[in-house]
């Protein structure tokens, strides 16, 4: 994909061949799989889930790239999958074998040009980190500063085009056995998401709209892109130093809801004054300081929403707060939820009930009540049977990164062991909401970002 502006970008095509031998690798890897579940329907006999969970996790965990990240997404989604799928997705690790020295310095002459290295100071030969589209190295600019350059693996156009177009065939044949959630929207917005992933172009830009989005919140910090030192498949930015959240399961428990809130309002300041959201609270994408304040380090997974869509957030809100059953109704149809039952409406509201529940009281709690090491599974689960049984429901696409956003951070949240207010954050952020502001807020911001609009 050509790019336009600062960024110049060395071609690299979606190509035929490359999808022919990600289709053999992915291909073989998933086609045992469907064919045993295909098997199992036209011999009549009933599917082993548990079995058959095991089986899709060893396929995309070998794999890596595009379908793994996909499988993660699905993990982190407890209601998109019934709880055998999520428990044996969530074991998915996204750190990927990196690419040697060799492979990088050439992927890096793609990039910047033969003579790239007298463009550094310095350049770390081995990687600081790497997952499923890409790897990130160390340098530093000529004047001396820290930089985290983001280089993308070969091929990735043709690996995601393959993987979504499997993706598509794993659904449908998933489809015949459960009907509670129908997934094709799902498809379209993950395939959306993922196509913007591989252009760092945008997620420059996306980095450049939460730096000003999040300017006058002084406990999370964003890092700046060098526009000189990146390209379509490059991203150098500047370096943030801090620590994985794990290395906090020890702190005092004032430290840990210091940086349970810190991650609330990185979140949703942006959701709710400006109608963007990360769609990705992975522990790899951000960082703690010492201070308990957070570093936001990836903006690949980035969704920006019409401005109905928040008001339709705080409407459901609002009526589970006063009970009001038709601004529950107005709220789901806004969303674009079609052919609502009374019993439909009812199985919703179980899962909105759930995910609202700490905002409702006004008092110190844990995110999650009792000892679930996965927020919400429990209730999706339940809710996944039930729209089972009433004949599904079509989730509007927007549904996806929103629900992930939320239940990741409620997992984290847990993991965190968090005690905050949560009502007050939400409160707080919510007091002076107006649509017609958020709307002016949001065109301004991604103007100012160069943001680049589509669905």
């Known amino acids: 994909m050509a790019t336009k502006g600062p960024f110049k970008s060395s071609p690299e095509e979606n190509s035929l061949g490359g999808r022919v031998k990600r ?3 992915v291909g073989s890897a998933v086609g045992g799989v469907a064919a045993r579940l295909a098997g199992a329907k036209y011999l009549g006999k009933s599917i082993d889930k548990d079995a ?7 396929a995309l965990g070998g794999l890596k790239g595009p379908l793994m990240k996909v499988a993660q997404i699905m993990s982190t989604v407890p209601d998109m999958l019934p709880p055998e799928y999520v428990d044996e997705l969530a074991h998915l690790q996204s750190n990927a074998p990196a690419m040697g020295w060799l ?32 790897q990130v190295h ?25 993987d979504l177009r499997q993706l598509k065939i794993i659904f449908a044949v998933y489809r015949r056995y459960d009907k509670a959630v129908d997934p094709r929207e799902i498809h379209s917005e993950v395939a959306a998401r993922l196509r913007e992933e591989l252009d760092y172009t945008r997620e420059a830009a996306h980095m450049t709209l939460y730096g000003n989005m999040l300017g006058d919140e002084c406990h999370v910090h964003v890092p700046k892109p060098f526009s000189s030192l990146s390209t379509g498949r490059l991203l150098s930015m500047s370096w943030l130093e801090g620590e994985n959240l794990l290395t906090l399961k020890n702190e005092a428990q004032n430290k840990r809801d210091t940086v349970a809130q810190n991650l609330f309002r990185a979140w949703y ?23 308990g ?57 179980m899962w909105a009930a759930f995910i609202y529940a700490p905002l409702l009281e006004d008092k110190k709690r844990r995110i999650q009540e009792g000892d679930g090491t996965m927020y919400g599974a429990k209730v999706a689960a339940k809710v996944h049977r039930e729209l089972h049984r009433l004949g ?18 409620g997992s984290v949240f847990t993991h965190l062991t968090a005690e905050v207010n949560w009502h007050r954050q939400f409160n707080d952020l919510i007091s002076d909401f107006d649509v017609k502001k958020l709307t002016k807020n949001q065109k301004v911001a991604l103007k100012k970002a160069k943001v680049p609009l589509i669905d």
């Open 269 to 291: 300041v942006p959701f709710y004054h400006y109608g963007v959201i990360h769609g990705d609270p992975h522990l790899g994408n951000y960082t703690v300081r010492s201070d």
């Open 103 to 134: 492979f990088v310095n050439r992927r890096m002459v793609a990039e910047l040009g033969p003579h790239w290295e007298k463009k550094f100071k310095s350049f770390e030969h081995d990687a600081a980190a790497a997952a499923s589209l890409g």
């Open 138 to 162: 160390r340098a530093e600019t000529l004047k001396g500063e820290a930089l985290a350059c983001k280089l993308q693996y070969p091929d990735m156009q043709s690996a995601v085009e393959a």
């Open 23 to 25: 289709y053999a690798r």
């Open 293 to 349: 304040s957070i570093n936001l380090l990836d903006f690949g997974c980035i969704r920006i929403f019409n401005p109905s869509f928040v008001q339709g957030v705080l409407d459901l809100y609002h009526s589970i707060l006063r009970d009001d059953a038709e601004l529950a109704v107005h709220a789901y149809k806004t969303w674009g939820f079609t052919d609502l039952s009374n019993e439909i409406i009812d199985v919703l509201n």
């Open 52 to 58: 058959h969970a095991r089986d899709l996790r060893d």
């Open 392 to 409: 599904g429901v079509k989730p509007p696409r927007e549904f996806v990164l929103m629900d992930r956003a939320a239940i990741g951070l």
